[in-house]
């Protein structure tokens, strides 16, 4: 990758309404991304802050 003068990248993100797990869902909303997706539990501004300092 060096040799070519080449960089490498990386992108964290968070699925949120977008998940598709078995379990409960949370996002900042209670907006589901489509009408086929599931209703995500809206976090609280506590859960956001939780969430920003994982990150």
């Known amino acids: 990758m060096h040799l070519n003068d080449s960089k ?3 992108q964290l ?3 949120g309404r977008k998940a598709d ?3 409960q869902i949370i996002g900042p ?3 589901p ?3 086929d997706r599931k209703t995500p539990l809206e976090m609280s501004i506590e859960d956001i802050q939780v ?3 994982a990150l």
């Open 8 to 10: 490498a990248g990386i």
């Open 13 to 15: 993100s968070y699925a």
């Open 21 to 23: 797990v078995s379990g």
């Open 29 to 31: 909303s209670p907006i």
């Open 33 to 35: 991304f489509a009408e």
């Open 51 to 53: 969430a920003i300092g």
